[in-house]
Nanobody, 119 residues
Framework: QVQFVESGGGLVQPGGSLRLSCAAS????????MGWYRQAPGKPRELVAT???????NSADSVKGRFTISRDNAKNTVYLEMNSLKPEDTAVYYC?????????????WGQGTQVTVSS
């Protein structure tokens, strides 16, 4: 059974930092391309950052230079280090595996973790 458990969100002031974690189970994590997604109220879910099985990373222009994705295969966990946070980063953040064509690999989603950036 595929399962993703996200954690680490919270309320932070603009310019602050957070580190999100996502523990995956039921997948062969070490060979999976992983991604962080976010969904703001009234907006579709968007892909924020990805990391391949050989640690090649990519990120959306809106977060480039501020967010860093990493992974620990021994812990089946993917991380998202978020710095210089802005109010527009407010969203629920999710992780999932990413297909070669860029689509989401699994239909199963975790509960997500809420990130709120506000003064």
């Amino acid at each position: 059974q595929v399962q993703f458990v996200e954690s680490g969100g919270g309320l932070v002031q603009p310019g602050g930092s957070l580190r999100l974690s996502c523990a995956a189970s039921g997948i062969i994590f070490s060979i999976s391309k992983m991604g962080w997604y976010r969904q703001a109220p009234g907006k579709p879910r968007e892909l924020v950052a990805t990391i391949t099985s050989n640690y090649i990373t990519n990120s959306a222009d809106s977060v480039k230079g501020r967010f860093t994705i990493s992974r620990d295969n021994a812990k089946n966990t993917v991380y998202l280090e978020m710095n210089s946070l802005k109010p527009e980063d407010t969203a629920v953040y999710y992780c999932n595996a990413v297909r070669a064509d860029g689509g989401t690999r699994y239909n199963s989603w975790g509960q997500g973790t809420q990130v709120t950036v506000s003064s």
